[in-house]
């Protein structure tokens, strides 16, 4: 919990002390801006650069609580679109809310249902109320406000909950930008007046798409408000990789130094690995969950394909080094089976284990940052990824 602070005076607009608070421990002595940090919670702390898995409907696929805390999985994130659509707010704050109703005791973030706002955009139409939806599962039309937004997030109870916005494609013209923007931005400020901060923290969101000034002039307007954190959309949604680092290593300084910084939506490790490089300390994404499903392994040694033949009879596990059971105990043979027949504890196994390896790389990286060599253990990294696996022992 934050410290307590002293009451502001009268006419002092500044948003009022919230239950989270950023710790900025260390800043990379090795030539990148990586930082260290610790977000204090309710919910307990969390170390910071953190990936945090995705639970969109209040489930994290393939893992349940207790093998997330096994995984040492610090936080999650739900999604407020998905929720509000089921099973309702309502009836998880009845149940005493997100965390009790699926027994995660740990740190949780929920998603405004903004990003919905960008890839329902055939079921969506956007006024200066809000986004009007119609619903992907029976088709009934319904109206996601920044009010509304925050009144289910709050229902939820999520320690974080993030400004509803809009996140428009890049490819837009600059005037639907600058217009975007212009919105967005009265949007946070009635998500500010919404916000009740008695149960949860606000961060609000800085978009611009790839352009330097409207990301500029965005993050000036979005930081005037004192919000517990600030988050960056509105990369990893079509551009090339190193537009996105671009993008990246000129947004990230624009945020204040003292508050967490949010990536939505990334990634790759090696896009983590490079945005952490950037100054970049808080990540989320269905990736590792979604590749697990689809029989794509993430290790150490670089993503491995287990739909693929050659290792039919291989009898290695994935990372025989790890810490993960379903990295050490399953042969690699076995695996590809599971992924061939359709078993679902293919997909559980190496959900599990990306999701481990997702860990291990954020834990090796606050140890890097600690120890003020971040750009040898990016060097590493990548190098264990382009010398790629070895090859079945004979």
């Given amino acids: 919990m934050g410290e307590p602070r002293e009451e502001k005076g ?25 930082r260290r940090g610790r977000l204090h919670t309710p919910h307990g702390p969390v170390e910071t650069p ?5 639970g969109t409907v209040g489930s994290v696929k393939g893992v349940g609580p207790d093998d997330l805390l096994t995984l040492d999985a610090q936080i999650i994130l739900g999604n407020t679109y998905h929720l509000m659509l089921r099973p309702g707010e309502d009836l998880v704050g009845e149940q005493g809310g997100l965390h009790r109703f699926i027994s995660w005791d740990r740190p949780m973030l929920t998603d405004s249902g903004g990003f919905q706002v960008f890839s329902l955009s055939e079921k969506r139409k956007i006024t200066e109320e809000g986004a009007a939806f119609q619903s992907h599962l029976d088709g009934r039309k319904l109206l996601l406000t920044p009010e509304r937004s925050i009144e289910i997030q709050e229902t939820l109870g999520a320690d974080i909950i993030m400004a509803f916005d809009e996140c428009p494609p890049s490819t837009e013209s600059r005037a639907y930008l600058e217009k975007s923007l212009a919105r967005t931005t009265r949007w946070l400020h009635r998500c500010v007046k919404a916000w009740g901060r008695e149960r949860s923290s606000l961060f609000g969101i800085v978009q611009g798409g790839m352009d330097p000034q409207l990301r500029k002039a965005h993050a000036e307007e979005v930081c005037a408000v004192d919000l517990p954190g600030y988050a960056l959309g509105g990369y990893a949604v079509g551009e090339t990789p190193e537009a996105m680092y671009e993008g990246v290593a000129y947004s990230a300084p624009l945020l204040p130094r003292d508050k967490p910084r949010y990536l939505m939506g990334v990634g790759t490790p090696d896009d983590i690995v490079e945005s952490v490089a950037r100054g970049i300390d808080m990540f989320d994404c269905v990736l590792p969950t979604r590749a697990g499903r689809h029989g794509l392994a993430y ?12 290792h039919a009879a291989d009898p290695r596990p994935l990372d025989e080094e790890a810490d993960c059971p379903a990295s050490t105990d399953y042969s690699r043979a076995y695996l590809h089976h599971l992924i061939k027949s359709g078993e679902s504890l293919g997909g559980m196994l190496l959900t599990w284990n990306n999701l481990a390896y997702y860990q291990r790389l ?18 590493g990294a990548k190098e264990g990824w382009a010398r790629g696996d070895l090859p079945a022992r004979s």
């Fill in 10 to 34: 009268k006419g002092d607009t500044r948003v009022p002390p919230s239950l989270v608070r950023y710790e900025l421990l260390h800043e990379d002595a090795s030539g990148t801006r990586a």
């Fill in 50 to 54: 953190i990936f945090m898995p995705v």
């Fill in 299 to 310: 290790t150490r040694f670089g993503k491995i394909n287990l739909r693929n033949a050659r």
């Fill in 362 to 379: 954020m834990a090796g990286m606050r140890a890097s940052i600690a120890a003020g060599s971040f750009a040898d253990f990016s060097v």
